[in-house]
């Protein structure tokens, strides 16, 4: 299974955007997708995927890459301690 | 103003139906009522979400704020306003709704409870929260003076316009949209509905099903919809040259503590008074009282005693309507378009009827306008809204001269 893929096809779906619009290489400040937006698109990715994403990785998420990034190592159970770790303690994240 | 409800998507056809004593209460289509006792309800007709908002917008609007939006749209557009940036901190907005995002709500726990959903959609709290339509107006027309949204049933549009009526008298705003709306037609809101055995059932005949004041009256039927008025301080809209439809005069608000589905006579009573004591107008200069008149055994009888209480002789000479005999009742809709109705027949100088008037009941024994519409001159007139719990509002209108 592609994950970037389905992350491009449900943030696409999500925001109503145009196909084409949303690349693995778009922010989501670039694409003007808000904390709002963030939250409801981790909602569809759960979903869409049945995986649990906490909280504070969901809210540290700013682009594509790092959504594929995170929800990867979610998915094949890796550990994401190290996630979890900067989220709460509010280092900027990388990549972006 | 602006109106959507079962008789009409906008203004003039709301008015245009309720002169022409056409219900909009019918069979529910919106999902299936078959399990219910009670299967009808005044669903706005034919009603297209994306005729009138792009999806992105829909997906942060449940659909009682859809219809304060589109009200609220209308009443800006007829109104011709234009608010200057430095005016905005003065510009407020009041909508009063009794029950909020239901629809989100009913939806979301049937996901929870039906289907064991661990989790909920993350829109359904900004969907459903009671001033979700006063917020989505705000930043629709950038209003950033005092908004609320007021929760009284039955009553909540009545004491929204009221208490933005008293906020440009009293000095805290110049400009303020004001009304109410309700979508609370779903399954499970109909069922709550159904067991307080307060609904009429129909019998095979929606239209007919509502019938305020008559002797074989036997419930109330449940609607959605929303108006929205835009108030504006007097002088402000002299000096843009405004088209003005009435004046807001009186506004009386009181609660009956008494029961906690029943209405007094007292209590609505003392609002109707403080209504013509705001405006300084004698009870018999009123000649039209847009009723609550829901079409219950109780509020029609009770509700004719507070008239008579009140206007002593001249409740006999003025004009009694019940509009919800054909738009239903719209809950916290009710009291704006409700308002729109009265304000209309300021307007146009005709009188909505109460539809299905088919027996006179000797304990409603005032002129209820039965069934067809009256041509008359209406200088002044007074909206009533009677609510669950004994919270009362009226407003008082009358023709600017």
């Known amino acids: 299974m592609d994950v970037a893929n389905k992350v491009i096809e449900i943030i696409t779906r ?42 504070a990785v969901a809210q540290n998420m700013r682009s594509v890459r790092q959504v594929v990034g995170g929800l990867t190592r979610v998915i094949e159970g890796k550990d994401i301690s190290d996630l979890v770790a900067m989220a709460k303690g509010q280092t900027p994240a990388a990549g972006n | ?45 034919d009603y297209v979400p994306t005729d009138y908002f792009p999806l992105k917008r829909l997906d942060l609007t449940d659909r009682f704020a859809q219809f304060a939006l589109i009200a609220a749209r209308e009443a800006m557009e007829s109104s011709q306003i234009k608010i200057a940036e430095e005016e ?56 950033l003076g005092p908004s609320l949204a007021i929760a009284t049933a039955c009553s909540s549009s009545g004491h929204a316009i009221g208490e933005a009526f008293h ?58 919809g929303a108006g929205i008025f835009v108030l504006e301080e007097l002088e402000h809209a002299r000096r843009r040259g405004a088209k003005i439809y009435a004046e807001i005069a009186g506004y009386g608000a ?16 003392r609002a109707v008074r403080l209504a013509l004591d705001e405006a300084k107008v004698n009870p018999e200069e009123v000649d039209y009282i847009n009723a609550h008149g829901t079409g219950t055994r109780l509020n029609d009888v009770t509700e004719t005693q507070v008239v008579k209480g009140v206007f002593g002789e001249h409740a006999r000479r003025l004009a009694i309507s019940s509009t919800k005999s054909m738009h239903g009742h719209t809950m916290g809709a009710t009291g704006a378009i409700e308002l ?9 100088g005709v009188i909505p009827p109460t539809a299905n008037y088919t027996q006179p009941d000797p304990e409603c024994d005032l002129d209820y306008v039965p069934n067809q ?28 001269e």
């Open chain 2, 254 to 269: 009181s609660s009956d503590a008494n029961h906690i589905t029943q209405p007094s006579v007292e209590g609505p009573a």
């Open chain 2, 340 to 348: 729109v109705a009265t304000v209309m027949a300021i307007e146009r």
């Open chain 1, 14 to 55: 999500e925001q109503h955007f145009e196909p084409g619009k949303v690349t693995i290489d778009s922010t989501f400040a670039e694409l003007g997708i808000d904390s709002l937006d963030g939250v409801n698109i981790m909602f569809a990715l759960e979903e869409e995927f049945k995986i649990d994403i906490p909280d």
């Open chain 2, 1 to 45: 103003m602006g109106a959507i409800a079962s008789t009409g998507k906008n203004v003039p056809s709301f008015m245009d139906n309720l002169v022409g004593a056409r219900s909009g209460i019918r069979r529910i289509t919106l999902w299936d009522p078959s399990a219910l006792t009670v299967q009808i309800a005044a669903e706005v007709p």
């Open chain 2, 88 to 143: 905005l901190p003065r510009f407020g907005v009041v909508t009063g709704s009794g029950m909020g995002g239901t629809q989100t709500l009913d939806r979301e726990f049937f996901n929870l409870y039906a289907k064991n959903a661990t989790r909920l959609h993350p829109f359904t709290i900004p969907r459903m929260m009671h001033n979700a339509a006063t917020s989505q107006l705000c930043m629709e027309f950038g209003a």
């Open chain 2, 373 to 400: 519409a009256r041509e008359k001159k209406v200088r002044v007139a007074v909206s009533n809204s009677f609510a669950f719990g004994g919270l009362n509002a009226v407003l008082l209108v009358r023709r600017l």
């Open chain 2, 167 to 224: 906020l440009i008298k009293f000095g805290l705003a110049d400009i303020m949209l004001a009304g109410g709306t309700d979508a609370p037609i779903t399954y499970g809101m109909l069922r709550a509905w159904e067991s307080v055995r307060v609904l009429a059932s129909g019998d095979g005949n929606p239209s007919r099903a509502c019938r305020p004041f008559s002797a074989d009256r036997d419930g109330m039927v449940i609607g959605e």
